[in-house]
């Protein structure tokens, strides 16, 4: 009797110990969560280059100003996170196909991809900031961005092997290929919004908002990636603005400081 009384008696106490145990091992699998993951290594990937010039202006080419804005936004990263490591699809005017930029960023593991370009259209009057995620496009406007960004594989040798018969030429292959849903989606819209957000807060620019649409640079990234349109070259006040000094310094620290709110809220969930 007396031992069964020891049993019955000691039985909350062990329960209580248990429950606190657990509690012990869920707390400390949420400090090593938080520990865990941080943004350590980003790509920046400067569009274009060699010869493949991108659009252009009256007076600039697109691969000229992305190569200044993206070497730019490298060094502010550096000077203010020099934990975090920088790697560049290119530093200087190279040829890169669009397949061996996202794997430049596979095979360092990166965090983010982060891919700078210039846009245009024939209204001269358009203006301002996009920024794009891999997804479907639900406009014309959407699909005729990524229709000319990725008839740069058109500069590729045996591009229908290398990117699965995909045939930049064809409406039809750009919303088949749009459908194509990244698994890194959430954070690639996230990390978009901050750009967008900075574009107009920091850069006092007229932000277009955050859009999808089927990018083959973003397709075989296997992390968050957004690809920038920094502004229109077809509009003689910005393409003024892209070219300068000035203006690749404000457009690299709204998404230097972009890149610090999405570090930041990654590693603080």
Not at 12 to 35: D, K
Not at 50 to 79: M, N, S
Request: with cysteine; proline share 3%; net charge positive.
């Amino acid at each position: 009797m007396g031992q069964r009384f020891s049993f019955f008696w000691g039985y909350p106490a062990r329960l209580g110990l248990l429950v606190c145990m657990a509690g012990l091992l869920c707390l400390s699998a949420a400090q090593r969560s938080r520990t865990r993951y941080r943004v350590q290594t980003v790509v920046i990937d400067a569009g274009h280059g060699g010869k493949d010039p991108g659009t252009h202006g009256k007076k600039h080419r697109e691969k000229d100003i992305t190569l200044a804005i993206a070497l730019e936004l490298g060094d502010v990263i550096e000077q203010y996170m020099p934990n975090v490591k920088v790697i560049y699809t290119r530093k200087t005017d190279v040829f890169i196909p669009l397949d061996e930029r996202a794997a430049i960023a596979n095979r360092n593991n990166a965090d983010l991809f982060i891919s700078i370009h210039c846009n245009a259209i024939s209204k001269a009057s358009m203006h301002g900031t996009e920024t794009y995620c891999m997804g479907a496009h639900v406009n014309k406007g959407n699909l005729d961005v990524a229709k000319r960004e990725n008839s740069t594989i058109l500069l590729e040798k045996d591009y229908l092997q290398k990117y699965d018969g995909f045939n930049p030429k064809s409406p039809l292959a750009h919303i088949f290929f749009s459908n194509m849903q990244s698994a890194h989606i959430t954070n690639s819209l996230r990390f978009a919004s901050h750009v967008e957000d900075q574009f107009a807060r920091r850069g006092g620019r007229v932000s277009r908002g955050v859009k999808q649409a089927g990018f083959i640079v973003l397709w075989k990234t296997a992390m968050p990636s957004a690809l920038i349109e920094t502004g229109y070259l077809t509009n003689a006040e910005e393409e003024k603005y892209l070219a300068s000094k000035k203006g690749q310094v404000y457009l690299a620290s709204a998404i230097y400081r972009a890149f610090r709110d999405y570090k930041e809220e990654m590693e603080g969930r």
